[in-house]
């Protein structure tokens, strides 16, 4: 058992012997810390200005729509380029950016169109670090230390989610937000700093031939909408790619509206709490995912991922049913605890078997469309969740229950897709 524990922790602490992981790891987490900072100072500083949530609305709009519309624009730029390129010119701008409207601030002449036009840009530079993010990793760590690394990559996100914000807050409490905006900076710079100590692992001598090696010869450059539309067609093409689109559409749907209108409803109306149950219950699915997140990657098997992400989706339906008719705040934690702990065990191995199956040329790109995908379908989510929750928060868990019922259905009907590894 000793030993069992022991070669579990080598596996999962490998990947951070290697400096270029290291740095990848700090350099995501302090991007993530910077994207909780700028939410923070961008909601104060709006507010504080316009005494306006209506304006605040049409800052975060502002942020979110580019991020959305160029998603696909800075996957295909990834897979032109290289994902470290892009990581590190994002970063440095989103510093830019950052330490001008912190500089703005304290200068006293910052105005909405100001913020709005600075949500703008962010947003549009965030949409190219973010499909970078995710397809760098095949680069730094071999592929048997994807599980691990994506593990440890995961546990950052986490943290960095829940500091982010919070720490924000108490800059913006004891100085000003304009001096958030300055720190977001800093670590958006150091990001930047970190990406670029990362060096990549060779290519392998195949990757590297061309014409005059014996290699065959280099394919025309397609232009922005070709390369587009190549990697739409390469992830809607191959049946495997469809399907965990698919799933991951289907967990984001019934993630996004009842994670957020459904938790506040179930806190305040079924369990007849507060901000506390609402806190509690976001904690326990942190805290599941993070466990999940760390056993995935400690695992040394490789499981059938098609039938890892069908347990995923029944897992999520039946723990998602059962959230509609739980009476008590214990069972309403234990349930989301569990659920917590399916998401982050099988998205370790869902974005492993991505990095490691898929071409490293299209990589960003099906990224991309995956990040797209979820950009589209969480409104709509929100907006029905939010329906179905003024009649009770049963209806609305039991409909996202059936979708993610149909969902592992499907997926077990396909043999090519449970065959998956």
Known sequence: MASTLVDARDRLSAPARLPSFRLLWLGQSLSLLGDGFSYIAFSWITLGLTQSTLALGYVLAFQAVPRALLTLVGGSLSDKWSSRTLMKLSSWARAA???????????????????????AAFGAVDAFFQPARASILPSVVGKEQLAPANALLAVGTKVAAVLGPAVGGMVVAFSSAPVAFLVDGVCFALCGVCVAGIR????????????????DPPEPPLSLGARIR????????????????????AVTFCQAGPFT?????????????GSATLGLLNGALAGGAMLGTLVGGAV???????????????????????????????GALATVLAMGFGMGFQGVFGLSWIQRTIDGSVLSRVISVDMVIGYAVAPLSLVLCGALAQSGTAPMFAVSAAVLA?????????????EMR
């Open 97 to 119: 950016l950052m330490a001008g409207v912190g500089l703005a601030g304290l200068a006293g002449s910052l105005t909405l169109w100001m913020l709005c036009c600075a949500a």
């Open 200 to 215: 990549p692992l060779p290519r392998p001598a195949e990757e590297e031939k061309g014409p005059a090696a014996g290699g």
């Open 230 to 249: 190549a990697g739409l067609r390469y992830a809607f093409e191959d049946p495997r790619i469809r399907t965990i689109l698919a799933v991951d559409a």
């Open 261 to 273: 209108v459904g938790f506040a409803t179930l806190a305040k109306v079924d369990l007849h709490g």
């Open 300 to 330: 040394s098997s490789r499981p059938r991922i098609g039938l890892l992400i069908a347990a995923l989706a029944g897992w999520l339906a039946i723990g998602t049913g059962l959230l509609g008719f739980v009476g008590n705040t214990a």
């Open 406 to 418: 149909v969902t592992a259905i499907g997926i077990l009907g396909s043999r090519t897709v449970r």
